[in-house]
């Protein structure tokens, strides 16, 4: 019933911008403050990690890796969360995956690559 659709993956350059897009297919921002969509990463032979989220109160959370030069933001209207990053670094090299808390449930889109290299 949750769909989560990904976009705005793919190659980009060292020092390069890109824009992700995460929508649901249910509403998460609603009166249950704690709901939240985001973002997490997960490299090659590495845990999946914590990129940003925000919460239905309007809360944002960050990685202490890409906080100053990555944005979380959403579109109520939409149902759709954005992810812009700036400044990319090789580092920041993974599978990126949506995911959604509704109430008690998580959700996880399917996931989407992200490359940074020259």
């Known amino acids: 019933q949750m769909q989560l659709v990904e976009s705005g993956g793919g190659l980009v350059q060292p020092g390069g911008s890109l824009r992700l897009s995460c929508a649901a297919s249910?509403?998460?921002?609603?009166?249950?403050?704690?709901?939240?969509m985001g973002w997490f990463r997960q490299a090659p032979g590495k845990e999946r990690e914590l990129v940003a989220t925000v919460t239905s109160a309007g809360s944002t959370n960050y990685a202490v890796s890409v906080k100053g030069r990555t944005t979380i933001s959403r579109d109520n209207a939409k149902n759709t969360v954005y992810l812009q990053m700036n400044s990319l670094k090789s580092e920041d090299t993974a599978v990126y995956y949506c995911?959604?808390?509704?109430?008690?449930?998580?959700?996880w889109g399917q996931g989407t690559q992200v490359t940074v290299s020259s």
């Open positions: 995911k959604a808390r509704l109430g008690v449930y998580d959700y």
């Open positions: 249910i509403n998460i921002f609603n009166t249950i403050n704690t709901n939240y």
